[in-house]
């Protein structure tokens, strides 16, 4: 986040350069396996931020390519069905043992006869290795290019979800500290689908609501600072 006025300053500049400088800092980083220190026990960030950049770049440049009307990949034939089969292979891959088996295997061939790197053969989440990225990147891709998704997101029934993703980011970060909480609450309660449901249920009551008060004061915000614009046009 420090940095991001600097990548913003850039990436309008220079959206290439800097998506190609994010994708070397990553391979870079999962490569030698640079890690953020902690404390008093150094095991690294579990989502190392020096990796997961790469997809915080990757949605800086979308959204400014999506302000000028742009996309950053447009919609091919060929690109959305080798993304699509992606996803398929990915979700048969971790349902089917024999599957994930036949592909760990040839994953592990490939490092250990090829001399592929780990960070393109490892399913690592703190480095974000590349099966992971290609396939958060398949799915954003096809979600959308997908027109039924944006139909799907304009019904009213669907709102609700739409102003989740409008805040994201105070949802993803109160959803961390309500994960928390119900790992704790787990731990020393008996396991039960009625604790699960009502975790669930409550966490999203809390999210919904914290969605809720971002969209009120976001409106508020441009009430306000529509007012003085509208009076400045009335005296002229």
Not at 184 to 205: M, Q
Request: proline share 8%; with cysteine; glycine share 6%.
């Amino acid at each position: 986040m420090l940095v991001a006025p600097a990548l913003l300053f850039a990436a309008v500049r220079a959206p290439a350069l800097v998506m190609l400088a994010a994708l070397a800092l990553w391979f870079a980083v999962g490569l030698w396996k640079v890690k953020m220190p902690t404390y008093p026990l150094d095991y690294g960030w579990f989502f190392n931020p020096l990796a997961w950049q790469v997809l915080f770049v990757a949605g800086i440049v979308t959204g400014l390519a999506l302000r000028r009307g742009e996309r950053v990949l447009p919609v091919r034939v060929w690109p959305l069905r080798l993304a699509i089969g992606f996803l398929i292979l990915s979700a048969v891959w971790v349902q089917v043992p024999q599957v994930s088996a036949w592909g760990g295997h040839g994953l592990w061939l490939l490092y250990e006869y090829a001399g592929f790197p780990p960070v393109l053969t490892s399913f690592d989440k703190s480095f974000l290795f590349l099966p992971r990225l290609l396939h958060i990147l398949a799915l954003a891709y096809v979600l959308s290019a997908l027109p039924v998704v944006r139909r799907l997101a304009a019904r009213p029934a669907l709102a609700p979800l739409v102003m989740l993703g409008r805040h994201s980011l105070p949802v993803f970060a109160v959803s961390t500290v309500l994960a928390y909480g119900a790992q704790v609450t787990k731990s020393i309660v008996p396991p039960s689908v009625l604790l699960d449901t009502a975790l669930i249920a409550a966490g999203l009551c809390v999210l919904f609501a914290v969605a809720s008060h971002y969209d009120r004061k976001k409106r508020r915000q441009s009430a306000m600072a529509a007012g003085p614009r509208a009076d400045i046009a009335a005296r002229h």
